[in-house]
Nanobody, 129 residues
Framework: QVQLVESGGGLVQAGDSLRISCVPS????????IGWFRQRPGKEREFVAT????????DYGYSVMGRFTISRDNGKNTAYLQMTSLKPEDTAVYYC??????????????????????WGQGTQVTVSS
């Protein structure tokens, strides 16, 4: 059973940067497609970013494109979401999601929550104005 643990959330000011991490157990990160989703207060969970197993391909939600960067270090078994130029509207619980997948990476498919089998408990990011 794959378990995902997020860390690194916290309270920051608008314009600040923050990096959150996701560490899987029960499966090597190198076998997992990773996605980041977030749930803002009163909103449905939404897609933020995803990365292929090798890290060569990434995809981002429109609201974070150009500000957030997803990455992974398979050697350290850790995936990251680097967030810059944070805005109060980025305040949310951020969830790491994963699925073991060996087929060719399909851009667009991993924007869907239903494409993932494993979810972390989430880490809170709060951006004050």
């Amino acid at each position: 059973q794959v378990q995902l643990v997020e860390s690194g959330g916290g309270l920051v000011q608008a314009g600040d940067s923050l990096r959150i991490s996701c560490v899987p157990s029960g499966q090597s990160l190198s076998n997992l497609i990773i996605g980041w989703f977030r749930q803002r207060p009163g909103k449905e969970r939404e897609f933020v970013a995803t990365i292929s197993r090798s890290g060569a391909m990434t995809d981002y939600g429109y609201s974070v494109m150009g500000r957030f960067t997803i990455s992974r270090d398979n050697g350290k078994n850790t995936a990251y979401l680097q967030m810059t130029s944070l805005k109060p509207e980025d305040t949310a619980v951020y969830y790491c999601a994963a699925v073991q997948e060996f087929r060719p990476y399909s851009v667009g498919y991993y924007r869907l929550m239903s494409s993932y089998l494993h979810w972390g408990q989430g880490t809170q990011v709060t951006v004050s104005s």
